[in-house]
Structure formats: structure tokens, C-alpha cells
């Protein structure tokens, strides 16, 4: 089985900042890109930033400049750095990934439980 396990969300003041991680764990044998997406209440999910394996990155516009992915191989994590939170950004942050667990097989896409982060004086 495979899991995919966030961390990192809390309640922070606008302007403030918070760093997300997003571990693996299981059996597979590799993981192909990486994504953090997020939803707000009563608003659809949507796509915030991705990182492929050789650490190609891509951020949303809503984000760019502010929000930062990265990931670390060895430790089979991504993290979502966040700076300069405001109050729009308050949602679930969910952690997706394309993981292979089989040499020769198709990767299959995996989520996390998300991890709430809100943005609140």
C-alpha cells in the first residue's frame, strides 16, 4: 500500500509564513511528479504548484513569487514553502503524487488526507 501524509498546516497571521511537507511511504519504486493542491471552503480544488522528479517546478499565477515547491528524492517528501500568506489562501492543502510500484508499470495517482491551513488576524 501507499500512503501520502501531510504536515505542516496551522493557523498563521496574514503575511506570515508556513512550510508544508508531504511524505511518501510504502512500497512502490518510484515517484514521478509531484503536486500540492488545495480547495477553500465552497470552492472547487484547485492546482497550486508541481514538481516533477528531476525537480522541474510550476506554480499557479495566484501563487507565483510567493509560494515555493520543492522535493527531496531520498526522503521521498515535497514540501510547499508559503510566504506572504493572506486570507485567500486559507483552505485544505492536499498532497497528490504519480507513483510507480511496479518496474514496468504505469504510475498510478495517490492523495494525501490534507492539512488545513488558515489565514486569520
Known amino acids: 500500500q501507499v500512503q501520502l501524509v501531510e504536515s505542516g498546516g496551522d493557523l498563521v497571521q496574514p503575511g506570515g509564513s508556513l512550510r508544508l511537507s508531504c511524505k511518501a511511504s510504502?512500497?512502490?519504486?518510484?515517484?514521478?511528479?509531484m503536486r500540492w493542491y488545495r480547495q477553500a471552503p465552497g470552492k472547487e480544488r484547485e492546482l497550486v504548484a508541481s514538481?516533477?522528479?528531476?525537480?522541474?517546478?510550476n506554480e499557479a499565477v495566484s501563487v507565483k513569487g510567493r509560494f515555493f515547491i520543492a522535493r527531496d528524492n531520498a526522503e521521498n517528501t515535497a514540501f510547499l514553502q508559503m510566504n506572504t500568506l493572506n486570507a485567500e489562501d486559507t483552505a485544505v492543502y492536499y498532497c497528490?503524487?504519480?507513483?510507480?510500484?511496479?518496474?514496468?508499470?504505469?504510475?498510478?495517482?495517490?492523495w494525501g488526507q490534507g492539512t488545513q491551513v488558515t489565514v486569520s488576524s
Open positions: 497528490n503524487a504519480d507513483i510507480q510500484r511496479i518496474w514496468g508499470r504505469d504510475s498510478r495517482t495517490y
Open positions: 510504502g512500497s512502490f519504486v518510484k515517484i514521478n511528479t
Open positions: 514538481i516533477t522528479r528531476d525537480g522541474t517546478d
